[in-house]
């Protein structure tokens, strides 16, 4: 435990000093460090939550006082996500309830003196508004017109909306700016999917094979967890990253790769397990298709072959291989999460997926468990129209391999086109701060422009909203019910939330906006409920439970029906072409795509140039916590770490600020802190991302740190399936902002 404690401090902070560090926070962090038993003798109750500060989604509790007041959020002991403790970012999360700049009123844009303003409106206003508006663009258009981009819980009620109004348009940014390339090769390779939580069953590992994953900054709460259980277990971790980070200092080897050089190494490590025999045998006899093309693909890539393109040591990667195949089958080569790299992500996870098969990890103790979940029915409901069209037609041919929508894709087939069949008119952005969150910001503001309507749900005024023709103000997780959460995990298990609080100001969950904007379109079939407290509990006695036994538990477990890893010897179907683990995938082939993995070279920062690589700070999500008087507290700006030699070379003095330039001109809106460190390569920067906001409502987090989001101009496509590869890029130093850019 010790061990655990100090692990995540390395990552940033003890789990004590979130509070400990400010007196003058909120009255309620006085309580943060209290346990859950000391919580209940007090005269406070408690509310089953699952937290919405990012997508772990650990199910806690939320205890308030005898007068009401939300005091703190721990975790809930019978979650497996949590494991009874929340992160840092978690513990904060009252922080998103007790913001006074929260968006508090719906907002409807109108032009006043040639100015564009919002003006206050009332619920009845702004949804009449907003189903008059979608009902005529409909009209015009096609309800198919509309589409749904949407992070988070409560994008499943706009989602069965916007399905019933006729359009499946529906994407997450999750996807082609997060895990996609990793789910698509995984499907290709194994017939399925990583999944969130990651099947990785890192607790019983022996060895953890870290490619650009930080976990330890990426505070994904029960990896984080049960990695620094398995360290204290004796597990070695190989980190490969071009920065020293906390997983690297915990690691046994660290290799410093040059940028963007990955899928060389992987294919040098598949060489020399294969070339030395280290691979398992049975396993890949009994399980696996197309070994001897994969044999004779990589033969040249050795080692020595790919110290010219990595800059690492033949000998590293011998013994780094020497050291997985070791410890086979109790060893994963994690397939990371924020994998839009380069542009040949699913070619890189593909990589690793084989390399998993070839040390028969899949389906092992140590490696990835089979993972379980609930299935929930939904309400009934009348079956939803079929579309006329949807996002797919705006690309004939293209991306079939894509399980799911392509945010930036809807993005791009909302500006016209004549090679594109499928526009866009309208959005509903429930969650997500395209901004920010999309690469190549002017595309995105392009095609706002080309819409008849944009409407976003948000808790905050963050930059997409300050784009809206109508903002509703959805209350925050501690104020609502919510969908029922039951992701796969070792044991399926299902977990509740309920609000904890009344919401704020004049906020109102998604549920019910949904219901409400449904009832106006002349849908409300779809949403026959009386209530959300009737539609829950009708769910949860579907699957053997019930809103009171829910309300008291928070989390419930069942029993696995299928065992937890493969059997010795087992039969197995996967659920690909050959029913075999594809070593050589017959999709890609299919699909005209290198059926096997090749190597190909990324372009190389300009002179003067230094590759711009972001990541996560284990105190921040995204663009969204930026503002969290709880965490501004602990970081309140991001700076850009420089190594020594280029800091040198530019006169650069630690804290001094710069703005960032890149190659295509673009210029930070904001200045960024130095720091001077041998933590990262000469060749790159790196910068946490999510800073840098310029939403003046934003009292904390305006004009604080600078945006990588604005600086990521270049996108290198995926084009299997469409992911934004992003991290392309290049940025050099400059002493001033950029011209007509006024200092704030
Ligand atoms: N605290 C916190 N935790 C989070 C989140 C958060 O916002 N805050 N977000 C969550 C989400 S949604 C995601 S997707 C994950 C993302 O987290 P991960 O998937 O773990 O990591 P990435 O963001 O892809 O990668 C960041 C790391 O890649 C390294 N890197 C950069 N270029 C290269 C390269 O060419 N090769 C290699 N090998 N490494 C490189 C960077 O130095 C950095 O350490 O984090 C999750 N966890
Ligand atoms: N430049 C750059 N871009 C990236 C990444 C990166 O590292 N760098 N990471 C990528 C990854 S891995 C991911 S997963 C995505 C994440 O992308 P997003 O999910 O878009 O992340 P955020 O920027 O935090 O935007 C979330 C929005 O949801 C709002 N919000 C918070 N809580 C609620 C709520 O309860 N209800 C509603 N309606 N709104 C709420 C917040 O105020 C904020 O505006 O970004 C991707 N894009
Ligand atoms: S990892 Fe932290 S922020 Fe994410 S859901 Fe869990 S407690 Fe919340
Ligand atoms: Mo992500």
Not at 265 to 275: C, D, E, G, Q
Request: aromatic letters at 10%; one cysteine or more.
């Amino acid at each position: 435990m010790a061990n655990r404690r100090e692990f995540i401090k390395i990552a940033g902070l003890g789990l004590g000093g979130l509070v400990m560090s400010n007196p003058a926070i909120n009255a309620f962090t006085n309580t943060f460090l209290q346990d859950e038993s000391s919580l209940l003798t007090g005269g406070m109750t408690r509310t089953p939550t699952y937290c919405e500060v990012c997508f772990w989604k650990c199910a806690g509790w939320v205890s308030q006082d005898k007068e009401g007041k939300i005091k703190q959020i721990t975790g809930n002991q019978e979650d497996q996500h949590s494991n009874g403790r929340f992160c840092p970012r978690g513990t904060a999360g009252a922080g998103m309830y007790y913001d006074e700049d929260r968006l508090k009123t719906p907002l409807i844009r109108t032009e006043e003196r040639g100015k564009q303003v919002f003006r206050e409106a009332s619920w009845d206003e702004a949804l009449d508004y907003v189903a008059d508006k979608m009902k005529s663009i409909g009209e015009k258009y096609g309800n198919e017109c509309t589409a749904l981009l949407t992070h988070g819980s409560g994008g499943k009620y706009f989602g069965n909306l916007i399905r019933a109004f006729g359009s499946d348009s529906i994407a997450a940014p999750s996807y082609a700016q997060c895990r996609g390339p990793r789910e698509v090769a995984f499907h290709m390779t194994f017939g399925e999917g990583v999944q969130s939580p990651e099947r990785t069953d890192i607790r019983d590992t022996r060895c953890l094979v870290l490619i650009g994953s930080h976990l330890g900054e990426n505070m994904h709460n029960g990896q984080v967890q049960e990695m620094s259980d398995a360290i204290d277990k004796g597990a070695s971790v190989i980190t490969v990253d071009p920065r020293y980070s906390t997983a690297a200092s915990k690691s046994k080897y660290w290799l410093p790769i040059k940028p963007s050089t990955d899928l060389a190494l992987l294919l040098a490590w598949i060489n020399v397990i294969i070339s030395e025999g280290w691979y398992d045998r049975d396993y890949v006899e009994k399980y696996t298709y197309g070994f001897d093309y994969l044999k004779e693909h990589v033969k040249n890539m050795t080692p020595e072959w790919a110290y010219g393109i990595t800059t690492l040591k033949p000998e590293i990667i011998r013994e780094s291989a020497r050291e997985m195949a070791d410890s086979a089958p109790s060893v994963i080569v994690h397939p990371g999460r924020h994998v839009t790299w380069y542009g040949d992500d699913t070619q890189r996870e593909r990589a690793i997926a084989i390399l998993n098969a070839l040390l028969g990890s899949w389906g092992r103790r140590g490696g990835f468990y089979v993972p379980e979940s609930v299935d929930i029915p939904s309400w009934p409901h009348p079956p939803y129209p079929e579309p006329k069209k949807n996002w797919k037609d705006a690309y004939p041919g293209k991306y079939n391999l894509a399980y799911e929508t392509i945010a930036s894709g809807i993005c791009d087939a909302t500006i016209p086109s004549l090679s594109k069949a499928c526009n866009f008119k309208t959005w509903i952005v429930n969650g997500t701060n395209l901004l920010k969150t999309l690469p190549d910001q002017q595309k995105t503001i392009d095609a706002i422009n080309e819409l008849e309507l944009l409407v976003v749900v948000d808790t905050m005024p963050m930059e997409i909203t300050g784009y809206a023709d109508v903002v509703l103000p959805e209350c925050t997780y501690l104020e609502r019910y919510d969908t029922i959460r039951n992701s796969p995990h070792r044991e399926p298990a299902i977990a509740v939330r309920m609000p904890a609080a009344k919401p704020k100001y004049d906020s109102k969950p998604a549920y019910w906006m949904a219901k409400e904007l449904a009832k106006r379109l002349g849908l409300e079939e779809y949403f026959s409920w009386n209530n959300i407290e009737e539609m829950l509990d009708w769910q949860l006695k579907q699957v053997g439970s019930s809103l009171e036994e829910m309300k008291s538990k928070g989390v419930k477990t069942f029993k696995r029906s299928y065992p937890l890893y493969f059997l010795e010897g087992e039969d197995f179907e996967f659920y690909t072409n050959t029913g075999k683990i594809e070593l050589y995938s017959t999709a890609m082939a299919q699909e005209g795509f290198d059926p096997l993995p090749v190597y190909t070279a990324h372009e190389e920062p300009p002179r003067g140039y230094y590759r711009l690589i972001y990541g996560r700070a284990p105190s921040h999500t995204f663009s969204r916590t930026s503002n969290n008087i709880n965490l501004t507290d602990i970081m309140e700006e991001n700076s850009v770490w420089v190594n020594p030699r280029v800091a040198k070379l530019w006169g650069l003095k630690n804290r001094q600020e710069v703005y960032l330039e890149n190659q295509d001109g673009i210029v930070s809106k904001f200045p960024i802190k130095v720091r001077i460190t041998e933590r990262i390569r000469w060749d790159s920067v790196f910068m946490v991302h999510g800073f840098g906001h310029d939403n003046k409502k934003l009292s904390r987090a305006y004009g604080k740190g600078a945006s990588d989001a604005e600086l990521i101009t270049k996108v290198h496509t995926d084009p299997v399936m469409g992911g934004t590869g992003m991290r392309g890029n290049f940025v050099k130093f400059r002493f001033e902002p950029a011209k007509n850019e006024k200092v704030s």
